[in-house]
């Protein structure tokens, strides 16, 4: 599971290095982002650009690190690929989750809200 995290601009940007987020690697996908979120952000930005594909375990890994956030942490998402992004928007999780067309766009636009 590569998944790479920084520090920028009062978030934790963190890029998914996979071209599939699916059952095969769901379990650690959620172990691994469980690791990475110790770190001290109230927003965590989850770079989606690498990902062509998504199924149901994947989109459930991704709920299930957003609840496992205390409640003044957020999850944002950026750079859905247009497979992923439509699978947001059919299950409607694309009102659950602040999403950005990239993380240089989620940069530029600062602190301003994002949903």
Do not use: W
């Not at 987020?21 to 996908?29: C, G, P, T, V, W």
Request: some cysteine; glycine content about 6%; hydrophobic content about 50%.
């Amino acid at each position: 599971m590569n998944l790479y995290a920084e520090a920028r601009a009062g978030a934790l940007v963190v890029r998914v290095d996979e071209e599939r987020l699916d059952a095969a690697i769901a379990i650690r996908f959620k172990d691994r982002m469980r690791e990475i979120c110790v770190q001290p952000a109230p927003r965590i930005v989850l770079d989606m650009s690498r990902i062509e594909f998504l199924d149901s375990s994947g989109l459930g890994a991704v709920v299930a690190v957003m609840k496992a956030l205390s409640p003044n942490r957020r999850l944002e998402l950026a750079g859905l690929t247009p497979n992923v992004e439509k699978v947001f928007r059919l299950t409607r999780m694309d009102s659950v989750f602040p999403i950005h067309a990239s993380v240089e766009a989620m940069l530029s636009e600062g602190v301003r809200d994002a949903g």
